[in-house]
């Protein structure tokens, strides 16, 4: 199976505060991998110096960002890249904490995610997808983003992401401040994504969760890889479990 994207000795360090260190990381075409750890583990982080947001960063902090390591992108080398460039690759990323344009419609939310599609048939080509795959947002299509529910904001998130035509989608922390009645939904969702032929790098606190629906995991501890493997063969290890995963 052809990669998607990898890292090799990806070093995040902001001032003289270390984040990730020597970070080596794979994702196949089709696949969902999940990268699972405590708080403070560095996989933020790590989604944003893939998507090329770390280098921003140095624009926006006071203390000095520096960002060392290899990242290729469907066999082309992009660390040297900037964002918007990386994402017009196809490697989009739906941040933490939702983030929607409160005062936008649902809708207007939706195609401002598709402002790099070459045409118009193109971006309804994409809303109807994206309305197919969470049928709320076309019931919502004219309320504003606001005034959604939490699940229903993280729905346009995602949706909104996928407007950008991803060809890997990097997911951080979906679930956060979700109850769990609605968590499934939405994981159930993240698979047909999959489904759908798009890579999927997901960072997720519920470990138990994100691993059991993924093809491959990463444990990301004090930003070091400390195991990796099927994700049968992590929660089946006490040590990750109990050390690393809190389960």
């Known amino acids: 199976m052809r990669q998607s994207i ?33 708080n403070g583990a560095g996989k933020t982080t790590l989604l944003r110096a893939l998507a090329g947001l770390v280098r921003w960063d140095q624009h926006t902090r006071r203390e ?22 990386i ?12 983030r929607p344009f409160r005062e ?19 971006v309804a080509r994409r809303l109807a997808e994206v309305q197919r795959l969470f049928p709320i947002l076309r019931d919502r299509t004219r309320q504003r ?26 997911v951080d922390e979906p679930s956060t401040g979700l109850a769990p009645l609605v968590k499934e939904p939405l994981f159930a969702r993240l698979r047909e994504v999959k489904e759908m032929g798009i890579a999927v790098l997901l960072v997720e606190q519920d470990a ?4 059991a629906m993924a093809d491959w995991g990463y444990v990301l501890s004090q930003g070091r890889v400390v195991a990796e493997g099927p994700p049968e ?15």
């Not at 939310?109 to 598709?114: D, F, P």
């Open 6 to 38: 990898q890292a090799h000795e990806l070093s995040v360090s902001y001032g003289k505060a270390l984040i990730l260190h020597d970070v080596g990381l794979e994702v196949r075409e089709e696949e969902l991998v999940s990268v699972v750890g405590p």
């Open 64 to 85: 000095e960002v520096s960002l060392r390591g290899r990242v290729w992108f469907r066999e082309e080398r992009v660390d040297h890249l900037p964002p918007h460039e």
């Open 87 to 98: 994402a017009a690759r196809g490697l989009i990323l739906c941040p933490e904490r939702r």
């Open 104 to 122: 936008m419609t649902v809708r207007e939310n939706l195609v401002a995610g598709a402002y790099l599609a070459p045409s118009r048939r193109e």
């Open 145 to 170: 983003a606001g005034t959604l529910s939490g699940g229903e904001q993280q729905m346009l998130a995602i949706g909104r992401a996928l407007m950008g035509a991803p060809k890997l989608l990097l």
């Open 208 to 211: 138990a969760m994100s691993l």
């Open 233 to 247: 063969n992590l929660l089946e290890d006490e040590t990750v479990r109990r050390s690393y995963l809190g389960l």
